[in-house]
């Protein structure tokens, strides 16, 4: 099943690739760990915010772990942007959702990003995995094949189709079509999975960007045997996709921050990113910029602010934009 560009990479392995790939880039390693510690989709990952995702002043939301609850699954249903696709797409959705094996809502993460990069990064999964493999971190290959289609191949056994059928500011609807030929099953595995990725945005104090995002995974599987038996490990199935989607969104915090402190070397990086487009590369490095700006116009500000005028910062009372 072609969802595992957001939950097929090794924890371990990973992290560690990361923390060396985050000092490569000129992040502070004490930065990096501290996203780790609290460790895609995707299909990998506006100003309007989802209303389950806001953040009320004075309000942090962390959840260590995802669900499977049928409250959580009809919140998801009721969520599914079905009006504003195709009746062939509606069609599809529909398919999986109403014949779902495995219905998975991992935790929301909340992470320093800016919104327009977090969304580009969203819609552009592509060029998130071109960065993986530059960077050593992951073999899985993920190549654009239109506007809104990709090919992914995890070089274990998972190939398949990606198709971003809706995305806005709040919301981005995928649905992957593929199959498993590997050791864990005696015949491929056919399966289908609908991802439906929230988001809400806002600002703390000091103007830093904050995104909260979630992941719900509608999975569908065909072949008889193989749904039951990955039934009966749908805990650990729930566990590793709610790890590596913490993973993922702590990957674009830390990709964040290097742009904010050091955005030469993220262009220099985009620079060996030869497997997407380059009008893509450039669009990358120019938001990477605009990070950079927006940072060093922040701490101007600052800086010629009257030192009776200057406020100790609030540490948890975040503003909504």
């Known amino acids: 099943m072609n969802h595992d560009h957001l939950t097929a990479l090794p924890s371990s392995a990973m992290l560690s690739k990361l923390l060396r790939a985050a000092d490569s880039l000129n992040v502070p390693t004490a930065c990096s760990r501290r996203h780790w510690l609290a460790m895609l989709a995707a299909s990998c990952f506006g100003a309007s915010a989802a209303p389950a995702l806001a953040v ?73 995995v071109s960065i993986w493999r530059s960077l050593g971190i992951s073999d899985v290959a993920l190549e654009r094949t239109g506007p809104n289609t990709f090919r992914t191949d995890d070089k274990q056994g998972t190939a398949g189709t990606l198709e971003i059928l809706h995305s806005s500011p709040d919301t981005l609807l995928a649905f992957a079509d593929g199959s498993y030929d590997g050791a864990l099953f005696s015949r491929k595995v056919l399966g289908k ?51 590596n989607f913490r993973e993922t969104a702590n990957f674009v915090a830390t990709l964040h921050h290097a742009a904010e402190v050091n955005p030469g070397k993220v262009e220099q990086l985009a620079g060996k990113l030869n497997d997407v487009s380059p009008v893509t590369r450039q669009q990358f490095v120019q938001i990477t910029n605009s990070v950079s700006a927006r940072v060093s116009s922040r701490d101007e500000s600052a800086f010629v602010e009257p030192p009776q005028l200057a406020r100790k910062p609030a540490s948890n009372s975040p503003v909504r934009r």
Do not use: W
């Open 56 to 128: 009320r002043p004075g309000q942090r939301q962390s959840h260590d772990s995802g669900v499977s609850t049928r409250e959580a699954r009809d919140d998801a249903v009721r969520q599914l942007p079905l009006t504003k696709l195709s009746m062939r797409d509606r069609n599809r959705v529909s398919a999986v959702v109403n014949d779902t094996a495995i219905f998975r809502r991992m935790p929301t993460q909340t992470i320093a990003c800016d919104n327009r990069l977090y969304q580009f990064l969203v819609n552009n999964p592509d060029l998130v």
């Open 193 to 243: 999975t609908v991802l439906l990725l929230k988001a809400g945005y806002y600002q703390d104090n000091n103007q830093t960007p904050f995104v909260n995002c979630r992941l719900d995974a509608f999975i569908q599987i065909e072949n008889v045997g193989a749904e039951l038996l990955v039934k009966s490990f749908q805990p650990l199935v729930g566990h590793f996709a709610d790890h």
